[in-house]
């Protein structure tokens, strides 16, 4: 049996999806340390003039260290309507836009007190979309220790990091993007990016 480790991510990246479609069990990290700047807060679209992060604002924990399961999600700067419009300026013009953004749109409306679980409903429906049906719990512990069946990619998948040096086992496949001919293929955009612009043809992709 394969066991994947991820960090909780929001609107993960392509190869994230690898995982979850690819390993037996995979276990969501809730005690690691919150780092800001990674895919737990963040995801990269395709926007009209090129890639676009986009974060969700975090409300400053007590304590440096805080745990992943501890982060609330702030209300500053309105960024529920400033990510949705961006994400429906970037994918408005896409063949599955119109298809799914009822499923979407709930999730910018509603306010979720935790990013823990924001991201983990954001996940079960994107799988549901795409259908998969992974495995996934949560951690109970911060693990250190991994068996040989066991990988770790809680910090491998980074936006600041290379997945060509990270994660040998992870190569993107090129598939249609709208902006395609402005920008080139851009890959390991989130999994979002895919979906709008594949459809049901995503599982095919992953």
Request: glycine residues 2%.
């Amino acid at each position: 049996m394969k066991i994947a480790y991820l960090s909780s991510a929001y609107l993960a990246p392509v190869e994230y999806y690898t995982k979850l479609k690819t390993y037996d069990r995979v276990f969501i990290e809730q005690h690691d340390h919150y780092i800001k700047q990674t895919y737990r807060n963040r995801c990269t679209i395709a926007a009209p003039d090129g890639e676009l992060a986009l974060s969700i604002p975090t409300v400053k924990p007590s304590t440096a260290k805080c745990a992943m399961k501890d982060i609330r999600i702030s209300d500053h700067g309105n960024w529920r309507r400033l990510h949705w419009n961006a994400i429906e300026s970037a994918y408005n013009g896409t063949p599955f836009f119109e298809y799914y953004k009822d499923d979407f749109h709930p999730f910018y409306e509603h306010k979720y007190e935790f990013l823990t679980d924001f991201n983990e409903e954001l996940c079960q429906l994107i799988c549901r979309l795409i259908d998969i049906e992974p495995q996934v719990e949560r951690t109970t512990e911060y693990k250190v220790d991994f068996a040989a069946n066991e990988v770790d990619f809680r910090e491998a998948i980074h936006p600041k990091k290379d997945f060509r040096l990270t994660d040998p086992e992870f190569t993107p496949r090129p598939y249609y993007q709208v902006f395609e001919a402005r920008h080139g293929f851009l890959p390991n955009l989130s999994i979002i990016d895919l979906l709008f612009n594949m459809g049901p043809e995503s599982l095919l992709i992953l």
